[in-house]
């Protein structure tokens, strides 16, 4: 089996190889290529890594390369984790609407409207590649805006075989089987909803909806590890929200607290990359792995420690969990859901995982192509959505509104449509003013330069 990364320059890219090297033999991997643009990083981020890949428990090939042609030449798998333009895209992306007091976040309102209208013509153009050289691959896409790449890729190639993936629902997922003190492969999430837009409305465990029980607890001194949400708001919804709704349900607040730290998420973490960078290329010169891996290491736990607190205000520590559940977190995260993806899909065993896919009747009112983040049931060569049925009637309108502004922007990046775009910011629901839409717009075209499609 071939597995190609692309963006395989990414800080995260170590983990994704740790993850890799401990399930070779029931990947049965031969071969895993590692492509980037950034040929120096790419080595750079080669040094991280090179005791793995020197260890004799590594019995796969490596190949590092950045040729795209090449890297995904008879590849069985290609995942995606690129990011256009990089950690300096994503400070415009934030700081453009926070200087005009709305939200910057990478993958939700204008900022992910801009990583999104960036990213659909790249990603599209590696799936002109695989059609030439590795037609029957299945596409993994880790990048960013999930949900709404998957979808341009289907609408617009009509590839059949992609896959968005996300750790978001899947660490739920085994946060709510540690508070049960159960396997995870015994805990059901009846999950709905978009990517970064999604609920939990029901857990079934031995055949039973604990949800009610779960919300009963909240009541007293109980709390979700990881969730910004007040008790009250989750007892009125009677479900689960996704992390990412905060964003919606505690919209002034999430701005506010951003303004009041003084720097978006994205700016603290390019600090913190530039700093990282730094060290790594000085011990990499010197030839210190040892020194480099504990830079890293050092890196991923301050990282960590930021995630979500400008906009919170505050720190969601996982506190209360085993030390093993904290560290499956923080290690296996995207890894983890896109191995187990195709360790199903090659046949090694059926498993039942939270994606993105087109809907297929799976949630009532969406259209069949309508990419949702659903439970979806995968075997050998196939996935297949599990039925959600109908959904609150609040959670629906939101999902299609943030469904058509998606659809808007991949339209826009394809036809290169000033007034599609203009329109998808304008109805999305963390904007909602025609005026403040084209600022934005208008701000990022000048500010973003080449890597914006040309848009008349």
Known sequence: MKITIIGAAGLRTPLIMQAILARQDMLGLGELVLMDIDGERLELIGGLTSQLEKSAETKFRIQRTTDPTQAL???DFVITTFRVGGIESRVIDERVPLDLGLLGQETTGPGGFAMGIRSVPVILDYVKMMRKVCPNAWLINFANPAGMLTEAIIRQDAWSKVVGICDAPSSMHLVIAALLNAKPE??????FGLNHLGWIKRIVYQNHDILPDLLELLKSSVEIPGLPFDKELVASLRMIPNEYLYYYYYSFQAVNNTLKAGESRGEKIAKLNLHLLGELKEKYDAHDTIGMQAAYQAYLSVRGDTYMVNETGKSHALSGLEPKVIKSLSTEGYAGVALNLIEALIGNRPM???LNVPNRGAIGGMDDLDVVEIPT???HDHIQPMVVGEIPAHCLGLIKQI???EQLTIEAAVEGS???ALLALTIHPLI????????????YISQHRGYFPDLQ
């Open 73 to 75: 030449m008879d590849a």
């Open 186 to 191: 015994d805990v059901y999430l009846d999950y």
């Open 352 to 354: 039942v995982q939270i």
């Open 377 to 379: 049931l995968v075997q």
């Open 403 to 405: 469904k058509r502004y």
């Open 418 to 420: 000033y007034h599609k």
């Open 432 to 443: 909602r003013d025609f005026t403040v839409a084209r600022h934005i717009l208008n701000e």
